[in-house]
């Protein structure tokens, strides 16, 4: 009896561990599903709190977006914590309240402010805004142009080290002797010798910043407009002092002031006026230094020229012999050539620019291109001088600039 006990007990005892081991095995999967649930409900709560901010920020954009523009204007008088004056946009001067949050110190005359466009309130102080053909005019990147690579002008090079680079790299050596350094120089030449190389040569040299302007871009047509792109010329390069102006052409907006003359005449003339101002006014450009380049200074204005604007007039002369072997030996090292007998090549090429040498290498390593050769022989020169000289003849240019620059 008690043996058929024992037989009947064990299938009995086999099957409650088969069951047990598979309800383990469903209460494992089950704790593993829940901690999945667990985990995607927090990522989900994730989800949903980045949504919730992304659809705030939205919602403020929109609102934004709704909101009436403001009007931009020009603080003129603080009259108390609470009122001001304030000139808009069109002109029309108005008593406005004051937005409390603004820190009084930022709130002086001449501030540009944003308008409420229903009560004209001050809502906040703007930054000072400068033109983008003004700001633009900045050089970021300094141009691969060393002293190096302008041949045949050591003297001029030296007079533009001592007058720009020499007072803001060692100021101390002019207040130790007592002068005021130079302000600015005026380079003087026939086109093609140099003028805008030399300056692309000082930005390569100098630490300060750079700021290139044409003078034609500050001849505007409306009235003023002008004389305020110089105006922030002259604030973007104090600001960013030290600095160098860099005006090219600039007998466009210095010629000489007639009687008779029309609006437009007029209104350049404002804009040389405002120039003679900033360039010897009241304000100081501290370390601030001009260099301007023309091939007109007989037409540019006596105030112009006076010293204290400009005082140095460097003259950039057409290269005489020495000057274009320097230049050509220049160009042709840099060139694939067979044996070159330079000094044939300057007698042939007198009343040259550099410009012109420069265009002669060029062309005769269009010559070689043309013959499917690589290297550049003595004949490709005197072909490419002879090209050249019936360019020069055919367009008119003089290769004697005495009646300009004596």
Known sequence: MSSEVEKNNIPHSSHSDDEIKKLEEDYQKLLDDSQNLINERSYLETEIRTLKKRATRLDDEVRLLKTPPLIIGHLQDVLDERTAIVRSSNGTVFQVSLNQRLDPERLKPGTRVALNQDTLAVIEVLHEAWDPMVS?????????????SVAGLDEQIQTIREAIELPLLEPKLFTDIGIVPPKGILLV??????????AKAVAHHTDATFIRMVGSELAQKYIGEGGRMVRELFSLAKEKSPSIIFLDEIDAIGAKRLDGSTSGDREVQRTLMQLLAELDGFDSLEDVKIIAATNRPDILD???LRPGRFDRIVTIPLPDAVGRKAILALHISKMSTSRINLKAIVDKTEGYSGAELKAISVEAGMVAIRDKRNKITQADILLAVERIQIKKSTSGVTSSPDALYG
């Not at 030449?189 to 030399?198: A, F, H, S, V, Y």
Request: with cysteine; aromatic share 4%; hydrophobic share 30%.
């Open 189 to 198: 030449g026939p086109p093609g010798c140099g003028k805008t190389l030399l």
């Open 302 to 304: 006596d105030a112009l």
């Open 136 to 148: 633009g005019a900045e050089m970021v990147e300094k141009p691969d142009v060393t002293y190096d």
